[in-house]
């Protein structure tokens, strides 16, 4: 039988591996938006690409209509895209929506990220937007690269000193299957080299189905690991066993595990929903997604 002396031993060690746990996992980035998942649902512009794509002030009625509480525009590197920021920005303004997030892009080889973004920021000072950049390599250099990784880093440090500059809510690469960040870990391992509190990673559950992830064990590890960097989510509809393209409702994969692991590990930043690939009756899909969301919202938080 134990003493009573090893036992008090035993929880002593048990206090300082979690304290030890904990300073590990501690958080790396700041989330300025305060924008918490369990109060804010989002939108990527996605849902609209199939669907009255060219009348941003009509995306953001219909979000703001059926309870989304803000919008992920997927701009990238396009000028006929960013054209439509103040139309977007001033939607937003008259329904009280937020810009949540841009999905951006660039190229490692570019040495810079594009013009066309540059040239927006100004309309996007003091938003605390998250700007998303897919980060590619038009020559497909290895992802360990070393040559690779101080370019993908010189780059993501000037989006860094331009997102402080004009107060925005930070960088978070957007990881994307056949991108030269493709996976979680490929985020994480650039926000470390990185290395500021402006700039962490997205989780994206498509896209880690993509490469291959199933299980929710290793969903768990691989969120736990990103959560010191995680600044958004995006979820969708899909099924266990294949990555497909659905609305949140839809398919066998259960999302409830997803998100409650979220909560146990005490993310606070924003989640949302993608609608790529959708088509017909989009504000009715809208709908039944955000009546889904607070389905898994409310079993997720029990």
Known sequence: MLSKLSIHASIRALLITFATVHATQADKVDLVQDLHWKDHHFAMSNWFYNYKFNQPKLHVKLLKE???????????????????????????????????????????????????IKDNLPLLKGTK??????????????????EAVAMAVKILREMSDDAKKYDLGGIAPYMH?????????????????????????????????????????????????????????????????????????????DMVPLVKALREMDYRGPLGTMGYTQKGDIPTKLTRAYIAWEKIRAEASR
Do not use: C
């Open 177 to 253: 299957i056949g991108n030269w960040i493709e996976t979680i870990d490929d985020n994480v391992r650039i926000a470390k080299a990185v290395n500021r509190r402006n700039v962490g990673v997205m989780f994206h559950l498509h896209h880690w189905q993509a490469v291959g992830g199933r299980e929710i064990t290793k969903l768990r590890a691989d969120l736990l690991n990103a959560k010191p960097y995680l600044m958004i989510v995006v979820i969708q509809g899909t099924d266990q066993n294949k990555a497909t393209h659905k609305i949140l409702g839809e398919g066998d994969y």
């Open 66 to 116: 059926r309870g989304y509480g803000g919008i992920m525009l997927s701009l990238k590197d396009d000028p006929g895209r960013w054209k439509n920021l103040p139309a977007y920005l001033e939607a937003m303004k008259e329904h009280g929506t937020r810009l949540t997030a841009i999905h951006a892009r660039f190229y490692i080889e570019d040495g810079t990220y594009p013009q066309v």
């Open 129 to 146: 937007v998250i700007l998303i950049p897919s980060v590619g390599s038009r020559t497909k250099m290895d992802r360990k690269d070393p």
